[in-house]
């Protein structure tokens, strides 16, 4: 069996690590996996350093589209994704989360009839105006195999009328959904071990048992819009005075700091001794970093995940989550980019540490169930007639 597996943005190289790892261990005779990456993410820290650190292997192909509008970035990826369908033929294109790079594979693989696994199907905001809300719906809705990773991914499907228990073939039009797990999970649990061993990065920012905050932003809705990006640097100056504050700065909240964030909040940003702001990290400094943290703070679908992994308590600076499991458990407080919320969920965590985390991500073999399915559906699937 051949599958391409289309990445482009950072959290999608980490999710690939896990599928490319169970192919190698466990089906490397069956499977054989050709990786696009489309250059959506191309700095060093953003993509490079995934590649070199997680044993993925070397993209077959990039077609190094880079920045631009949603609708350019879009197109560029979409007439390379087709050209390498057509070449390569694959049994299916697996396609991760929901960034444009899962659009973009979306629109090609349909329109050609090659079968689409969606990995991390279901998931909703319920605000369309997320970009990655738009990527989801219609990925999901192209998908022949959909793996969602949460009981609220199930039922968002449900709802949206995809049949459940329905018998093979499975098509387009006859899709299969199933409940697996997170694939995100496979990795912390994988390299969890591996990151106290690699990384120093704790020392580095001299924080050895030293309690501290971890935070990241890169939500466009939070970076373009200075009255939120404002709102959350006030309170991590207030919080700042609590705890120290580890800031590893996402490329594009990096350049808008610099236009959207008022001149006079900047230089107390750049000037607190407690804030640390470094360049994106690993991912295995990225975990090691999470695991050591007393709190996490984030706009991040996978970090605030991977809060939940390390049994950490999260406050969440958007206005809803997809993934709301780990808000119903208490773990995890929605506040928006609002200062005054934030504060409250930081003095509700310090009274109520988050003690209950229970199994809601799978087992860490999401990826070895993805794959037996896929090939069990390939069995009963003649190659795709492509147009
Ligand atoms: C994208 C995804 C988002 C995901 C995030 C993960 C979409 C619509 N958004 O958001 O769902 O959560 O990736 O990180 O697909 N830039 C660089 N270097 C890079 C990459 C980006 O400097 O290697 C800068 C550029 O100025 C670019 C900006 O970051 O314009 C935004 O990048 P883009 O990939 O468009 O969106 P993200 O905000 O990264
Ligand atoms: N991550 C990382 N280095 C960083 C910040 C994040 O390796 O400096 C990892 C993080 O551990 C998680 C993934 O990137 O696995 C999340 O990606 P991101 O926040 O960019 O996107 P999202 O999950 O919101 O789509």
């Known amino acids: 069996m051949k599958l391409v597996t289309v990445i482009g943005a950072r959290p999608q190289i980490i999710k690939a690590a896990a599928l490319s790892r169970a192919i190698r261990n466990h089906y490397a005779d069956q499977i054989r996996e050709v990786i696009v990456h489309t250059g959506q993410h191309y700095d060093d820290n953003m993509s490079q350093v995934f590649f070199d650190e997680l044993q993925i292997p070397r993209p077959d192909y990039n077609l190094n589209v880079g920045s631009a509008s949603h609708g350019v970035q879009t197109a560029r990826m979409t007439e390379g994704i087709e050209d390498i369908l057509i070449k390569e033929r694959p049994d299916f294109i697996v396609l991760y989360g929901d960034t444009n790079s899962t659009l973009a594979g979306a629109i090609a693989a349909a329109k050609i009839h090659v079968p689409i696994v969606h990995i991390e199907a279901g998931l909703r905001s319920f605000n369309k105006a997320m970009p990655e809300e738009i990527n989801r719906i219609v990925c999901d809705h192209c998908s022949t195999l959909l793996f969602t990773p949460t009981k609220a991914g199930l039922e968002n499907l449900k709802h949206e009328g995809f049949p459940m228990g329905n018998e093979r073939p499975y098509t387009?039009?006859?899709?299969?959904?199933?409940?697996?797990?997170?694939?995100?999970?496979?990795?912390?649990?994988?390299?969890?071990d591996i990151a106290e061993a690699k990384t120093n990065i704790i020392k580095r920012l001299e924080l050895v048992d030293k309690p501290y905050i971890l935070a990241t932003i890169h939500r466009d809705t939070n970076t373009d819009r200075p009255e939120r990006l404002g709102a959350i640097f006030k309170a991590m100056l207030q919080l700042a005075e609590e705890s120290?504050?580890?800031?590893?700065?996402?490329?594009?909240?990096?350049?808008?700091?610099?236009?959207?964030?008022?001149?006079?909040?900047?230089?107390?940003?750049?000037?607190?001794?407690?804030?640390?702001?470094?360049?994106?990290?690993?991912?295995?400094?990225?975990?090691?970093?999470?695991r050591h943290s007393q709190l996490v703070m984030t706009d991040?679908?996978?970090?605030?995940?991977?809060?939940?992994?390390?049994?950490?308590?999260?406050?969440?600076?958007?206005?809803?989550?997809?993934?709301?499991?780990?808000?119903?458990?208490?773990?995890?407080?929605?506040?928006?980019?609002?200062?005054?919320?934030?504060?409250?969920?930081?003095?509700?965590?310090?009274?109520?540490?988050?003690?209950?985390?229970?199994?809601?991500?799978?087992?860490?073999?999401?990826?070895?169930?993805?794959?037996?399915?896929?090939?069990?559906?390939?069995?009963?699937?003649?190659?795709?007639?492509?147009?």
């Open 300 to 387: 991040s679908g996978g970090v605030q995940k991977e809060a939940y992994f390390f049994k950490k308590p999260c406050i969440i600076l958007r206005p809803e989550t997809e993934w709301v499991e780990i808000v119903q458990t208490g773990n995890a407080i929605l506040t928006d980019a609002d200062e005054g919320r934030i504060m409250q969920a930081w003095q509700h965590f310090e009274s109520h540490p988050a003690t209950n985390f229970p199994p809601i991500f799978g087992d860490g073999h999401a990826a070895e169930f993805m794959l037996s399915r896929i090939l069990e559906c390939c069995a009963c699937h003649s190659k795709p007639d492509l147009l």
């Open 244 to 290: 120290p504050i580890v800031l590893p700065l996402h490329p594009r909240t990096a350049k808008l700091l610099k236009t959207n964030l008022d001149e006079n909040l900047q230089k107390q940003i750049y000037s607190s001794q407690n804030i640390k702001l470094i360049p994106p990290v690993s991912f295995l400094e990225m975990i090691a970093l999470e």
């Open 172 to 192: 387009i039009d006859n899709p299969k959904v199933y409940h697996c797990g997170d694939i995100m999970y496979d990795n912390s649990l994988h390299f969890a």
